[in-house]
C-alpha cells in the first residue's frame, strides 16, 4: 500500500483482502480479483479492465463512490498490482473532488507510487467526465 495524501492511498489485491487497520473505506477496481469485503470496512467493487481505457461512465461511479464515503474514513483504491488501474483512479479522484491539475495529479501519484502507470487516455477521460459532472 501507498499513501498518495494523508486521506487516500492505493494498493495491489492484497491490500484489498487484508487492508491496513487505518484504512476504512475500500475500493476494488480489478475486474479479475474478486475480494471477500473485509470485515468493518466499506467496501464495493468496479472492475475496470487491465490496461484498456476507462471507461467513464465507471470512472464516474468510482470517482462519486470515494467521493461519497470519504467523510468515513482514508481511502484505499486497489487493483491487482496496484499500479494502473487504482493510481489512475486516485488521479481522476484528486482531479475532479480535490481540483488538482491532471499533470500535479499524476505527478503526486507518481512521486508516492513507483512505477504508477495513468491508464490510456484518462487525461480525455477525466475531461469527458468533468463534463458530465458539471451538467447534473
Not at 475496470?48 to 481505457?53: I, N, P, S, V
Request: charged fraction near 20%; include cysteine.
Amino acid at each position: 500500500m501507498h499513501l498518495i495524501t494523508d486521506h487516500l492511498a492505493v494498493g495491489d489485491s492484497e491490500d484489498a483482502a487484508n487492508p491496513h487497520w487505518l484504512m476504512s473505506v475500500i475500493l476494488n477496481v480489478a475486474l479479475e480479483t474478486t475480494v471477500l469485503p473485509p470485515k468493518g470496512r466499506t467496501y464495493h467493487w468496479i472492475p475496470f479492465t487491465e490496461f484498456a481505457e476507462a471507461d467513464p461512465l465507471q470512472l464516474d461511479e468510482a470517482v462519486s463512490w470515494l467521493e461519497q464515503h470519504e467523510k468515513e474514513g482514508r481511502l484505499l483504491i486497489c487493483c491487482r498490482a496496484g499500479i494502473g488501474r487504482s493510481a489512475s483512479i486516485a488521479i481522476a479522484y484528486l482531479c475532479l473532488v480535490q481540483g488538482l491539475p491532471y499533470p500535479k495529479a499524476v505527478a503526486l501519484v507518481a512521486a508516492q507510487r513507483p512505477g504508477a502507470v495513468p491508464l490510456p487516455e484518462l487525461e480525455a477521460t477525466i475531461r469527458f467526465v468533468r463534463d458530465l459532472r458539471q451538467k447534473r
